[in-house]
């Protein structure tokens, strides 16, 4: 049984945006629009966060990608009255759209606010709906949706190394994040293989994870900027 | 009391069924909600949620819903027995 | 018969009753078509969405559940208040136990309604009883609740008896009801033993049910992680403040009542008096618990409590939060505190304040612990829209209403305990403040020479 976690190295990322694109085009996310987006209602899995700070008249912008971290004990989780999300055997937390009455109780638990909420219906102008991935179910409104790990990419990896009759080795799964980004800042795998790449950039000095000091075990490292 | 007694009125067996029927309808309503609180019972323990505030909520619930009823069955009842044997005037 | 005596000398209060005029009229259409405007505003909702609402991405909760917490505090004045004042035999609870319990059951199906009305997917809302699971606060609220509005419905039904008999017996109409709801009293010695028995054990039922209802609803906060939420004094905090607002209501409602029914024959100057001496005790132990809240989490200088502490004393909460401390301590201390100001408008005015304080204190719980994440997203606004506004004041026509068609069918005032009043009281409250007296000191030296 895998463990999924991911690394995201501070000091390679640019935060050129693209894992954000990639991951709007692979999750099928809507398009809210920038009437929306004036509302704080910006619709996003995974979000590139800047951070401006001023120091001898220099200002450096710095940039952190967040996305839900998928905790080993997840606040969210824990106050569902349906169980429409459920932390699963491989350490994803899952969300149940056909189940979820939208009460969004789990958005205002969640101390990293990596959960969305379709406010209307989704919305996929121009060639969007023709382009939707196959492999990622459409949501709709009233619904909580949040990142999956691509977890559809999980299954086919899976599917993938059957047929060939092997199992799962490190790098066969890789995000639409990971696989955007073009500093290789982020990186996707089993935590519970020591040898795999994010186990060791997980054991790293530099290695530390979001709010751990609230207990929820997360599983999204990030490395921190070397000075 | 001078005044006419007022006359039984027309549907007095069709209210008395009516009044049998809320009381049965109380208890469905309360033992419904218990069933209830036992199928979540059974279904925290099929997810392995927390068993203490699922066993605590219907340890203090559903006593307190048999309790309404019951309570409400009495009055029922007892005001029933309690009128005047002969009905004397009144109804 | 003991009917014929309350015909005799309480039958202006069955005047709502038995001649219902032109205002009963105005008033039912008036507040039917607000009511029918916030349906309107609901399937609007339901059709296009949440987006209607002003909610959004960090502030994902707003009117709705402020709403909701505040109708459900409204509630806690009549049931648990009744019961009390009942329990510890306040004679001048007479009057008043009947509205108290009235307002109960209407806010209570009002507020417990506005969890619905926050749902993305209202009519997914009977997963719960499918899907539920009973670790989610949210259950704790729905088993809660439920319970309360059972209770506090057997509690305000087992009462009004007694009264419902006389509108039989006087052949008020519709005759088929009150012969339905009477359940065949004849107010014989035995019947009447049944319903006091019944109603003391409602009464003693009721009030840890109370209490446990609004402490729940503070743990669907409490018990998130949230900086400004994640407190344990949260539980007697809400319930406070629950039986602060629900007192106010409860003398704005009697005030107004008064006016309206011209009951001032039953409600006296000594009521509001008691009650309003009540409110001013209530504002005390309300500031003082804010006090400790705020102060613990000043003093621990938490970062993230910080953000939300400053957002609140001199952010853009800053006129919320001074306006909550304004109305429900300043303002009714000042005026309950002093007799010459003790009066009727000044309670009522001192009790307005209160109610709109309420509304602001869980506004201030609610939305800027939310506006103000932890995870570093940009701090969050909130405006209510429309929608949201007219389902508000959907939430208070239909309180109103409530009171109205109640008022229209069944007496505001217990006709038969205010006739026991008269009858029993005096010679009881007497013989009862016999034995809070000194025993004479005679018989005193032979009581202890005896065992």
């Avoid at chain 3, 059972?150 to 519709?174: E, F, H, K, N």
């Avoid at chain 3, 629900?246 to 704005?252: R, T």
Wanted: aromatic share 12%.
């Amino acid at each position: 049984m895998s463990r999924w976690g991911m690394a995201i190295d501070l000091d390679r990322c640019t935060g050129c945006g693209s894992c954000m694109a990639a991951c709007h085009q692979e999750n099928n996310l809507t398009a809210v629009g920038p009437s929306e987006a004036a509302l704080d209602r910006v619709f996003h899995w995974l979000r590139v966060l800047p951070e401006v700070s001023e120091a001898h008249a220099e200002v450096t912008v710095t940039y952190t990608p967040q996305l839900c971290v998928q905790c080993d004990k997840p606040p969210c989780v824990r106050v569902c009255p349906v169980h429409a999300t459920y932390l699963s055997d491989e350490g994803i937390v899952a969300q149940i759209y056909a189940r979820c009455i939208g009460c969004r109780y789990c958005m205002a638990a969640c101390p990293y606010n990596a959960k969305v909420f379709n406010w209307y219906e989704p919305q996929w102008p121009g060639q969007l709906q023709a382009k939707a991935n196959p492999d990622v179910s459409l949501r709709y409104k009233g619904v909580v949706e949040k990142c999956t790990f691509c977890h559809h990419r999980v299954l086919k990896a899976r599917e993938d190394a059957a047929l060939a009759g092997r199992g799962l080795r490190d790098g066969d799964v890789s995000t639409a994040c990971e696989d955007s980004c073009p500093a290789k800042a982020i990186v996707f795998g089993d935590l519970d293989d020591p040898a795999s790449r994010v186990s060791r950039l997980a054991r790293s000095p530099r290695a530390s994870r979001h709010h751990e000091d609230l207990g929820t075990e997360p599983k999204v490292y990030h490395l921190a900027r070397k000075e | 009391m001078s005044s006419q007694p007022p006359s039984r009125p027309p549907g007095s067996r069709r209210i008395y069924l009516l009044q049998v029927v809320s009381v049965v309808a109380i208890w469905a309503f309360v033992l419904g909600i218990s069933g209830w609180i036992l199928h979540l019972l059974r279904l925290s323990h099929q997810l392995h949620d927390v068993p203490s505030a699922s066993i605590g909520i219907s340890i203090v619930a559903i006593p307190v819903f048999l309790t309404g009823a019951s309570v409400l069955t009495y009055v029922f009842v007892g005001l029933r027995r309690g009128r005047d044997a002969g009905g004397e005037e009144q109804r | 018969m003991s009917a014929d005596k309350h015909e005799f000398v309480d039958g202006d209060l069955l005047r709502s009753i038995e001649q219902s005029g032109v205002g009963f009229r105005v008033a039912t259409t008036v507040l039917g078509l607000t009511v029918l405007t916030a349906w309107v505003l609901f399937s609007r909702q339901i059709l296009e969405g949440l987006g209607v609402t002003g909610l959004n991405q960090p502030v994902a909760w707003g009117f709705y559940i402020v709403n909701f917490v505040f109708f459900i505090g409204i509630s806690h004045a009549g049931t648990l208040i009744s019961a009390i004042l009942r329990l510890s035999q306040a004679e001048w609870r007479r009057p008043i136990t009947r509205m108290a319990e009235v307002i109960t059951v209407v806010v209570l199906a009002i507020g417990a309604f506005h969890p619905v009305l926050d749902l993305g997917r209202p009519e997914r809302a009977l997963n719960i009883f499918t899907a539920g699971r009973l670790q989610s606060p949210l259950l704790w609220d729905v088993s809660s609740i439920s319970a309360y509005f059972m209770a506090s419905t057997v509690y305000l039904y087992i009462p009004m008896i007694p009264d419902i008999a006389i509108l039989r017996d006087r052949g008020v109409r519709p005759r088929w009801l009150y012969s339905f709801l009477a359940w065949g009293w004849q107010g014989t010695p035995r019947q009447q033993a049944v319903l006091g028995r019944a109603v003391n054990i409602m009464m003693v039922l009721v009030i840890p049910i109370a209490v446990s209802v609004h402490t729940v609803i503070s743990y669907i906060f409490a018990m998130t992680l949230q900086p400004g939420w994640h407190s344990t004094i949260f539980g007697p905090y809400f319930v406070v403040g629950a039986i602060f607002s629900g007192i106010a209501a409860l003398l704005m409602v009697m005030i107004v009542l008064r006016r309206i029914f011209r009951l001032e024959r039953y409600l006296k100057q000594i009521h509001f008096d008691y009650l309003s001496r009540l409110l001013l005790i209530m504002a005390l132990l309300w500031f003082y618990f804010t006090f400790s809240e705020y102060l613990t989490a000043f003093f621990g200088h938490e970062p993230a409590e910080m953000r939300v502490f400053y957002y609140k004393v001199s952010g853009p909460y800053a006129p919320f939060f001074w306006g909550m401390v304004v109305c429900n301590f300043l303002v009714p201390v000042l005026i309950l505190a002093f007799r010459r100001t003790r009066t009727i408008p000044g309670i009522f005015v001192a009790s307005l304040t209160v109610v709109v304080g309420m509304w602001l204190e869980r506004l201030n719980i609610v939305v800027p612990s939310l506006a103000n994440p932890r995870s570093g997203l940009p701090t969050g606004y909130y405006l209510p829209s429309v929608v949201e506004w007219g389902m508000f004041a959907g939430g208070i026509a239909t309180f109103i209403l409530g009171f109205v068609l109640f008022a229209r069918f069944f007496p505001l005032i217990s006709l038969w305990e205010i006739q026991e009043g008269r009858e029993l009281s005096v010679a009881e409250t007497a013989a009862r403040l016999e034995t809070y007296l000194p025993d004479p000191p005679a018989a005193a030296p032979a009581e202890e020479a005896s065992p």
